[in-house]
């Protein structure tokens, strides 16, 4: 069993920012490939299943004969340069080298035209399933179709995929809980987690908008030991509205 933690505050590259669904992505990542033979006879694993990067890219390479290899090489080199999974979250709270991993890590995923950001400029995950789905496509190359409708269908493939005769993983999505409250901009702008200055031009528009707060969670069964995790998402229901319609998400992973 891994513990899980909630966000902190990260510096990417002048960016200043929370990384929960940064930190959520890492720590999947780490639930599906650490070896929990390793974590109760040294209090850490490794990746043991990191092979399946290069080979789930390898394929896809063959595949469509094409001959970009470097998102996943990437992925690799992080994992070399921090090569061990810790079950104790106070790892990743307090201490500088697991704080500097997840920098490290939000800046490995930042700026990348396969995932969608609250941000403007190409940071903070937006936090979503299919920023999830996005991550295994960039990362793993696994072609798996983002749309809503084929969550549930992609997640089961990402289980069977990453399962193997020593390690089992299953997902299941729960169905997304959608509250829509009226808000005009200046009460909307106190659930903004950017600096947005398209926002702040209508402050003084009394019209009300359509604000969702959209949560879903995703069970976890890893090793059939339980998790949740807690995906929420806030946004203008119009789209058209400004440039960017979402005002915050959070993200975190559960122990059960």
Same mark, same amino acid.
């Given at each position: 069993?891994?513990?899980?933690?909630?966000?902190i505050?990260?510096?990417?590259?002048?960016r200043?920012?929370?990384?929960?669904?940064?930190?959520?992505?890492l720590r999947? %990542?780490?639930?599906?490939? /650490?070896?929990?033979?390793?974590?109760?006879?040294?209090?850490?694993?490794s990746?043991?299943?990191?092979e399946? @990067?290069s080979?789930?890219? %390898?394929? /896809?390479?063959?595949?469509?004969?094409?001959?970009?290899?470097?998102?996943?090489?990437?992925?690799?080199?992080?994992?070399?340069?921090?090569?061990?999974? /810790?079950?104790?979250? =106070?790892?990743?709270?307090?201490?500088?080298?697991?704080?500097?991993?997840?920098?490290?890590?939000?800046?490995?995923?930042?700026d990348?035209?396969?995932?969608? /950001?609250?941000?403007?400029?190409?940071?903070? %995950?937006?936090?979503s399933v299919?920023?999830?789905?996005?991550?295994?496509?960039?990362?793993?190359?696994? !072609?798996?179709?983002?749309?809503? =409708?084929?969550?549930?269908?992609?997640?089961?493939?990402?289980?069977?995929?990453?399962s193997?005769?020593?390690k089992?993983?299953?997902?299941?999505?729960?169905?997304?809980?959608?509250e829509?409250?009226?808000?005009?901009?200046?009460?909307?702008?106190?659930?903004?987690?950017?600096?947005?200055? +398209?926002? @702040?031009?209508? @402050? +003084? !528009?009394?019209?009300?908008? +359509?604000?969702?707060?959209?949560?879903?969670?995703?069970?976890?069964?890893i090793?059939?030991?339980?998790?949740?995790?807690? %995906?929420?998402?806030?946004?203008?229901?119009?789209?058209?509205?400004?440039?960017?319609?979402?005002?915050?998400?959070?993200?975190?992973i559960?122990?059960?």
């Amino acid at each position: 069993m891994l513990e899980t933690t909630e966000c902190i505050e990260i510096k990417n590259n002048g960016r200043i920012y929370t990384d929960c669904m940064e930190f959520s992505l890492l720590r999947f %990542l780490q639930l599906i490939m /650490y070896d929990k033979e390793q974590l109760s006879n040294y209090m850490c694993s490794s990746y043991v299943q990191k092979e399946l @990067i290069s080979e789930f890219n %390898l394929a /896809y390479i063959n595949k469509h004969q094409i001959s970009n290899k470097s998102t996943y090489i990437e992925l690799q080199e992080f994992i070399e340069r921090y090569p061990n999974i /810790y079950p104790y979250s =106070e790892y990743y709270l307090s201490n500088p080298e697991g704080i500097k991993q997840r920098e490290d890590w939000s800046r490995l995923v930042s700026d990348r035209d396969f995932f969608d /950001y609250y941000r403007n400029d190409g940071a903070e %995950l937006f936090t979503s399933v299919e920023n999830i789905l996005n991550f295994f496509n960039g990362f793993f190359s696994m !072609d798996l179709n983002v749309c809503s =409708e084929h969550h549930q269908q992609n997640l089961d493939i990402i289980g069977e995929k990453i399962s193997s005769p020593t390690k089992s993983i299953r997902i299941k999505k729960s169905e997304p809980i959608i509250e829509v409250k009226q808000m005009d901009v200046e009460c909307a702008m106190r659930y903004l987690s950017r600096p947005d200055f +398209d926002y @702040i031009k209508y @402050i +003084d !528009d009394n019209t009300k908008h +359509d604000v969702c707060f959209k949560t879903t969670k995703l069970y976890l069964w890893i090793d059939n030991y339980p998790y949740c995790w807690n %995906l929420t998402e806030v946004y203008f229901l119009n789209s058209t509205l400004f440039d960017n319609k979402f005002l915050t998400g959070h993200s975190v992973i559960l122990n059960l």
